[in-house]
Structure formats: structure tokens, C-alpha cells
């Protein structure tokens, strides 16, 4: 099993900022992806991060958006970029070992752009 | 997109009740995973159940698949207040790394 801390927990933010969330694993691992969820919605990926390259989005996110990071195989940052209020939403880090196997879940970053 | 469905979409039970969860998918799956999540935190994995099998069991939790119909069935028995959640099916997908979430069933136990 894998424990991940990712933070911040939670916090608020001005539209047009950024905040990078942090995504750490205690064990190295081979995929970590970053979930982005609406309250009271499903789970919707925005990419997959890559260890040593650059991340792959999902449809519908960019690069310039959503910049990740995975400089080793236990850490990830996401970085929400130029906020506005419809990026509030609870941010989810995810890591896995290998296709078939189960996936852990940092506890979630809720952010409220104002 | 690959999302999958669950039905019901919430689901209200008496305590000591057992209940069932629903899930369909679109595409062949590698295996069909179970997870539940409290009031907007992380998403806890429940149970794991690959394409080659039929059913599998965990404690109270009872999962079925059947892959001709591309479906699967979560059925918690006894149930407990602190079983209130949202569960989701997420299918893993042959060459593929990602999981795809479905929809959700919220639950909720009354005491």
C-alpha cells in the first residue's frame, strides 16, 4: 500500500493567481495522475504525471493551465494557473503501481477562487 | 468518453439493510475497481475485480462482474451508519494506465 500527503488542505484564492498543490508518496511508485472533482460529481482526470518528462492531459486541459511536475517517483506538484472562480473544485492526487492494481488517494485539495 | 454509469444515483437504506450498486461501462475492461468516499475526501479502494472473474467478496462487500453485459454490482450486506458515502466503479482499461471513474452512487444509513 502507499499513503500519499498532498497539500494544502484546502485554501482560498484570488482569480488570476496560481497555487501549486504538492503530492508526496511514501513509497516510490510507478504512475500518479491528478483528478480535478465538481462537488457532489464524478472524478474527471486532467493528466497523468510523467516521472522525468512531461505530463499527459487529458482533453479538455493544457499545459499552460495546469503545468506538473514529477521530478522523482514520489512527488508531483500541480500547478492551477491564472484562477478563476470555475476552477474551484476539490483537486485529487492518485498514485498506482501498475495497471492492475488499485489506485491511493492523497485526501484532496479544496480550492475556492474568489 | 469511457465513463461509466452507476445506478441509483442515491440510495437510502435502514440500517441492518443490505444494499446494491450498480455499474455499467462502455468499453472492455481489464478489471473493474470499487471505491468509496467520505464527504469529499480521498477515494478509498474497496475491492478489485479482474475480467477473467465473476465475483469476488471482502468482508461485507460482495462484487459481481459480467462482462458480456459490461456490468458489475457492488452489494454491502448488514449495513452500517458509517457505510454512508459515495461509492464509484472506475474501469481500468487493457493498454491503458488511467482509471475512468463512473458516476457515483451517493448512500446514506439510517440509524
Known amino acids: 500500500s502507499a499513503v500519499i500527503s498532498q497539500k494544502p488542505s484546502r485554501d482560498i484564492c484570488q482569480r488570476g493567481t496560481s497555487l501549486t498543490i504538492q503530492c508526496q508518496v511514501d513509497?516510490?511508485?510507478?504512475?500518479m495522475f491528478w483528478y480535478r472533482q465538481q462537488p457532489g460529481q464524478s472524478l474527471t482526470l486532467i493528466a497523468t504525471?510523467?516521472?522525468?518528462?512531461?505530463?499527459?492531459?487529458e482533453s479538455g486541459f493544457v499545459i499552460d493551465k495546469f503545468p506538473i511536475s514529477r521530478p522523482n517517483l514520489t512527488f508531483s506538484t500541480l500547478t492551477v494557473s491564472n484562477m478563476s472562480p470555475e476552477d474551484s473544485s476539490i483537486y485529487l492526487c492518485?498514485?498506482?503501481?501498475?495497471?492492475?492494481?488499485?489506485?491511493?488517494f492523497g485526501q484532496g485539495t479544496r480550492l475556492t477562487v474568489v | 468518453s469511457q465513463q461509466g454509469e452507476e445506478d441509483p444515483q442515491a440510495l437510502s437504506i435502514q440500517e441492518g439493510e443490505n444494499a446494491t450498486m450498480n455499474c455499467s461501462y462502455k468499453?472492455?475492461?481489464?478489471?473493474l475497481q470499487w471505491y468509496r468516499q467520505n464527504s469529499g475526501r480521498g477515494l478509498v479502494h474497496l475491492i478489485l475485480?479482474?475480467?477473467?472473474?465473476r465475483e469476488k467478496h471482502s468482508g461485507r462487500l460482495r462484487v459481481t462482474l459480467d462482462t458480456s453485459k459490461k456490468s458489475s454490482s457492488l452489494l454491502i450486506t448488514a449495513s452500517r451508519a458509517a457505510d454512508t458515502a459515495s461509492y464509484f466503479c472506475?474501469?481500468?482499461?487493457?493498454?491503458?494506465?488511467?482509471?475512468?471513474f463512473g458516476t457515483g452512487t451517493r448512500l446514506t444509513i439510517i440509524p
Open positions: 492518485s498514485a498506482r503501481q501498475g495497471m492492475n492494481t488499485e489506485a491511493f
Open positions: 468499453t472492455s475492461i481489464n478489471n
Open positions: 513509497s516510490q511508485v510507478t504512475m
Open positions: 472506475a474501469g481500468g482499461y487493457f493498454g491503458n494506465e488511467k482509471l475512468t
Open positions: 504525471a510523467n516521472q522525468g518528462s512531461e505530463a499527459t492531459y
Open positions: 475485480i479482474r475480467s477473467n472473474e
